[in-house]
């Protein structure tokens, strides 16, 4: 690491510790009693598993990501975290913060790679952020390094009910489906998650609940030459965006409407304009069953575009998706869910197959090699993708009454995915082994500690 990311770290830790009240905890006997009087909690999750795919010899499910490697187990995350929970039901001040640290195949998803190693506008060569895009592991092609959260938070008391700050790199509030395995049902996630929205965001973050019905947020965030999504700490400072969001929840809690967008400049070298709005509805019929809809709809201008249908033209650019989710609770630890899906790119600008290979690209010796594997394999084009996935969630430990401490959150999920693709006013596009669909079966795990 270098020195500005040994600093932010050093902050963030001593920020976390001599913010809680040390002279309470000075007379504990134990670590243990540190944390809990300070309100520390460390934590994390291992997650890994495996999918198989008949269609597929190369290694790759297609444009498919983060479950993105066939017929081969993956360890997708091993996940740590050190947080200080803010408590915002007050009218004091409070003080805290949360570092993650990731290590596994999902790793290169969830870096802060909104420094692509081309502009975007003009296709000439960046020199990306150094955030988590080198820190190890390069040489296995598949497993690395993230820290995708590094933020201090804290609670304001002003206005009824007080502003909670973010301020520092945090996962994006966009849409449904996000990084952490625990808090997605499937395996494998949407389209429109995989190439419509954020990540993550660099910046400052704001939210006030207004009252027990809404809340709202907004977010000032950089680092980013797409248009503030996926920003580091050490490239493109002088590009500011928005992130800005209004939640509405019923009295009873059993339906929420969420509208959440982007906005900004592409890059400190162009002022094109890069945006995405997406809107989530959620509706419980019951305390059993639980009804997503979710839609993105996002836009970058000016793109210079090279895929199977346009050669070194530019052209505003447009993506949009459609995603249904059905979730519903067969017994206390066994859960099935239904999710369908329409995405759309309509230009052949956001969905690469595979994406792992064109994500790991870097220019060496003025060459661009992907380390992830031949980047001459790598394919798009505008295109219609269709996903249809069923699946379990079963809480093993429990179901088994399984004693040990360390499988007691212990939760199976079995998958079956089957994906299609239409070129969009394009010649035949088959990203999925030479086949214009393919169908995955996949088993995973997620266990919390």
Known sequence: MNSSKWLLLATIFSSLFFTTGLSGTLQANTLKNFAKDSRLEFGGWIHGGATFNPSQTNGFNGPVAFADQANRFQLNQLNLFLQRP??????????????????GTDAIFTQAFGVP???????EALSRNNWDLNICCSSSRTYGIALPQAFLEAHVPVGKNGLNIKLGHFFSPTGFETIPAPDNFFYTRAYSFNAGEPFTHTGLQVNYVINKNWSVSGSAVTGSATGGW???????????????GITWTSDNHATSFNITGTYGEISTRSNETWAMYNIVFQHKFNPKTLLVLHHVHGFAD???????????????????????????????NVSVGVRGEWFRDRDGFRNPSPFRIAAATNIVNGVPVSYAGNLSSVTITPADYYAATVGL?????????????????????????????????????????????????????????
């Open 86 to 103: 803010v408590i915002s039901e007050t009218n004091k001040w409070d003080f805290g913060g949360r570092f993650d640290f990731l290590f």
């Open 117 to 123: 190693t081309f502009d975007v506008n003009s296709g």
């Open 230 to 244: 996926d920003g580091g700490w050490d490239k493109q400072l002088g590009n500011w965006g928005g992130v800005g």
């Open 302 to 332: 000016g793109i210079l575009l090279n895929n199977l249908k346009y050669t070194n033209v530019i052209k505003d650019t447009e993506w949009m998706g459609f995603v249904t989710h059905l979730y519903y609770d067969l017994t206390e």
């Open 393 to 449: 969630n079963w809480k093993a430990a429990k179901t088994l009454k399984l004693q040990w401490d360390s499988l007691k959150k212990l939760t199976i999920r079995p998958n079956i995915r089957y994906d299609r693709v239409d070129a969009y006013q394009s010649t035949a596009y088959r990203p999925f082994a030479g086949n214009k669909d393919q169908i995955l079966f996949s088993l995973d795990f997620i266990l919390p500690f």
